[in-house]
Each structure stands twice: as structure tokens, then as C-alpha cells.
């Protein structure tokens, strides 16, 4: 079966442009959550998604944003780039409905912004 | 605020010797999970806890929850090499309902 899939591994922006990360869950997942994981902030929640609806957004600005397409499959854009957004931008999916069940996590997008 | 603090953050010890990592939380939850990840990886996932007195074991890893102490803890037992990774735990809740991950632990298994 395959994992969760992240495109790209890397990206290189500069300040004030845009970006988007593309995720690709497990076969039968149906939520897609998004995490940000820095070495002076660690890991930390953006949002997650179910059925094409954003079901909780931890907090991050409003140039954070994502959506889920009816193939679950997901994408988190940023808007106007600062430096301090360079990071590994992790996907994880997880099966709906089963609150117990635990997090599969992609192999990452490292964006760094310059 | 939910707060999740792991102890040691940083651990450098010697292979076949034991040793114990700690997760507290601050908030009532009714599960945790442990992650394990390798660097340049992504994290995999090791235990879900998901009552008191829950306890997990994979090869020489322990995974204990003790919910009214809002403590987990992670023990190694005889440790290898192989285990050198950063030790994360995880608790629902506080960023609107994702997870909250401790800082990690940085371990580092020497021959």
C-alpha cells in the first residue's frame, strides 16, 4: 500500500511569493491534516480536512490555506512569503471516522524562503 | 493552553543500557501517541495509547499512560544503535483539535 505522497521534496521562494504543496493521502483515507515543523517552534497544527470541508485550523495567519479535493487528495498554499515560514510542511493522513487511529505522515516538503 | 513537555530533550547514551523518556501534559485527553522520527525523514508513528494504564511494547520499546498523572513515558530497554532517532509525543487538542507535539527527544545511542 502506498504511504502518503508530498510534492515537491524541496522548494525555494523568495519573500513576498506564493507557493503550493500538493499531498496525495493513503489509499481510503479520507483525512488530510497539514503540520509546520521548525527547529525553534517544532511541530505545530495547521489544519486538517474531511469530504472537501476544513474541519479545524490550529493558528496560523490567513496566508495559510488548503483544500481538499474530492479524491482527497489535498493542497496548502501560502501567500506572500516571509522568512520565517521556511520549513518542513508535513501531511498526514489518518481513516475518517476512527478518532483512534493515528497519523501516517508523508516524507515532507522543505520550503525554504529567501 | 494544552501543553505537551518532553524530558530529557536531549540524551546521549550507550548501547544495552536502559533508560526512560517522559511526556506530561497539562490538559485531560484520552489518548497519546509516540512518534518516532529519523533525520531528513518524516515520523512514524510507534504507539496509540488510548487509556490508563495502557501499556504498548515493539521489540525494546515501552509505552506506558498513566491518564490522572497526565504522564507517558517511553522506555528503552538494552538499547542499540538502531534506536538513534528524535522521540516525539503527541496529544489531541490545543491547536483547535490537531495534535500537540512535545519538543522531541534527541537520542543518540553510542557503541
Known amino acids: 500500500k502506498a504511504g502518503v505522497t508530498q510534492t515537491p521534496r524541496y522548494l525555494i521562494k523568495t519573500r513576498g511569493q506564493q507557493v503550493t504543496l500538493s499531498c496525495s493521502p493513503i489509499?481510503?483515507?479520507?483525512?488530510v491534516s497539514w503540520y509546520q515543523q521548525t527547529p525553534g517552534q517544532g511541530l505545530q497544527f495547521l489544519f486538517e480536512y474531511f469530504s472537501e470541508t476544513q474541519r479545524n485550523k490550529g493558528n496560523f495567519p490567513g496566508r495559510f490555506s488548503g483544500r481538499q479535493f474530492s479524491n482527497s487528495r489535498s493542497e496548502m498554499n501560502v501567500s506572500t512569503l516571509e522568512l520565517g515560514d521556511s520549513a518542513l510542511y508535513l501531511c498526514a493522513s489518518s481513516l475518517a471516522g476512527n478518532r483512534f487511529s493515528p497519523l501516517h505522515f508523508g516524507n515532507g516538503t522543505r520550503l525554504t524562503v529567501t | 493552553e494544552l501543553k505537551v513537555e518532553q524530558n530529557p530533550l536531549f540524551l546521549s547514551m550507550q548501547e544495552g543500557k536502559n533508560y526512560t523518556i517522559y511526556c506530561n501534559y497539562s490538559?485531560?485527553?484520552?489518548?497519546l501517541y509516540w512518534y518516532r522520527q529519523d533525520p531528513g525523514k518524516s515520523l512514524e508513528s510507534l504507539f496509540v495509547l488510548l487509556s490508563n494504564g495502557a501499556v504498548k511494547q515493539e521489540g525494546r520499546l515501552m509505552a506506558s499512560l498513566d491518564t490522572k498523572a497526565r504522564l507517558s513515558t517511553l522506555h528503552i530497554t538494552a538499547a542499540v544503535h538502531d534506536l538513534s532517532a528524535t522521540y516525539f509525543c503527541a496529544v489531541p487538542g490545543g491547536g483547535a483539535d490537531g495534535l500537540t507535539f512535545g519538543k522531541g527527544t534527541h537520542l543518540i545511542i553510542q557503541p
Open positions: 489509499s481510503g483515507h479520507r483525512s
Open positions: 490538559t485531560t485527553s484520552d489518548r
